[in-house]
């Protein structure tokens, strides 16, 4: 990838600025968003595209902006973080994740989510996660009923059982389940409280209605996305150590062309995550499963700054080409969820023993070392 670094100001000071986009299978570049708190991103991308240019076929993908600026975060009261390393061929990576070092702790971290509603008026037309679905709930309401939210299912991977718990956390442990299988009171857990929904009018040139995988969608160009969403941060002043996580319903993001699913960053002192429940079965990005495929990347990769041999330690983007988008039914509280598949440590060059049953993804999809990149 080819970076492109352009620059922006705010206020009275003018910082040097860029939006990096590092989508899968190749995203195109867009302009930076303006922050509320700007702060030096690189902007990375394989080609450069009209960010509205949807004349061609829908193509599922995820996308990070990835921060290289100084790190904000105040000394106390920040996102909980710790930090490890593996060594592949002779070449050690760092990387920092959300929670505690399960090599060393016994005991569970929650970590404060705030999610965020996003409501989009495009003319007359409005796509809202108020809707209702079939099964009576609303959007919002299905999500926070879901295993991402609720210990409602017992994951069972390849006969061991990794407790009932939250999919992320149930993740998490298979990750690192040589340390786990003994700190059996490890966790990281999710505690969400809802915000008022939030209404967005994009303008003509960054929002429009289209038609994809069969669904009546809005299409909203990811640059405006991000300046919103950083606004709101600010607004609503969320503090560092919550998770600002915002939820739309029936939309992709666009760069470039369709689809985005979501998104994760980070902003210099927040991070931050966005993710689209797509109303129909089978689609991309149907129910929770692009909301299961942000936060994954987020706990192991919160500050979008772990480099590994095949790019950046993104746990989603190496399966979301698999049958259903890499993702896998889950029913539960009446309604069946769809869990996207994450790779395991090991996936970017770890020892195999680290994850569970010495797998490289969740569900023991065979994956070569670095197979879809990272």
Not at 207 to 231: A, C, H, M, P, R
Not at 251 to 277: K, P, R, W
Request: proline share 7%; aromatic share 10%; charged share 15%.
């Amino acid at each position: 990838m080819n970076p492109h670094l352009r620059r922006a100001a705010a206020g009275a000071a003018a910082l040097s600025t860029a939006l990096a986009l590092a989508a899968c299978g190749g995203g195109s570049t867009v302009p930076p968003a303006m922050q509320s708190a700007p702060s030096p991103i690189q902007q990375q991308s394989s080609s450069l595209q009209s960010p509205m240019m949807d004349d061609q076929p829908a193509r599922p993908m995820f996308t990070v902006i990835r921060y290289n600026g100084p790190m904000l975060l105040p000394a106390t009261g920040g996102l909980p973080s710790w930090t490890g390393s593996f060594t592949h061929t002779g070449t050690k990576y760092t990387y920092t994740m959300v929670g505690a070092n399960p090599a060393m702790s016994n005991v569970a971290t929650t970590v404060p989510v705030t999610v965020i509603p996003l409501k989009f008026t495009i003319g007359t037309t409005s796509f809202s996660p108020e809707k209702k679905l079939p099964n009576g709930n609303t959007i919002i309401q299905n999500v926070i009923a879901s295993p991402i939210f609720q210990s409602s299912v017992d994951f069972k991977q390849g006969g061991t059982d990794l407790g009932k718990t939250q999919y992320e956390d149930a993740f998490q442990r298979g990750n690192f389940w040589k340390s786990v299988k003994t700190k059996t009171g490890y966790h990281l857990m999710l505690k969400p409280t809802i915000a008022a929904v939030q209404t967005l009018k994009p303008p003509a040139a960054s929002g429009k209605i289209g038609t994809e995988f069969g669904v009546k969608v809005g299409l909203i160009d990811i640059q405006y996305v991000d300046g919103q969403l950083n606004s709101l941060i600010a607004k609503l002043k969320i503090p560092a150590g919550t998770l600002p996580l915002f939820i739309a319903g029936d939309v992709y993001e666009t760069q470039g062309g369709c689809c985005i699913g979501g998104y994760h960053s980070f902003n210099g002192t927040n991070t931050y995550s966005l993710a689209d429940y797509i109303d129909k079965a089978g689609a991309f990005s149907q129910d929770v499963s692009a909301l299961s495929h942000e936060l994954g990347e987020w706990v192991d990769d919160p500050f979008t700054n772990n480099n590994v041999a095949c790019g950046i330690l993104e746990v989603g983007d190496p399966l979301e080409g698999e049958k259903n988008y890499g993702g896998y039914p889950y029913p539960t509280n009446g309604f069946t969820y769809n869990l996207q598949d994450l790779v395991f440590l090991p996936y970017f060059g770890a020892p195999a023993n680290t994850s569970v049953n010495n797998w490289s993804t969740f569900q023991g999809t065979k994956l070569s070392f670095c197979q879809n990149g990272g």
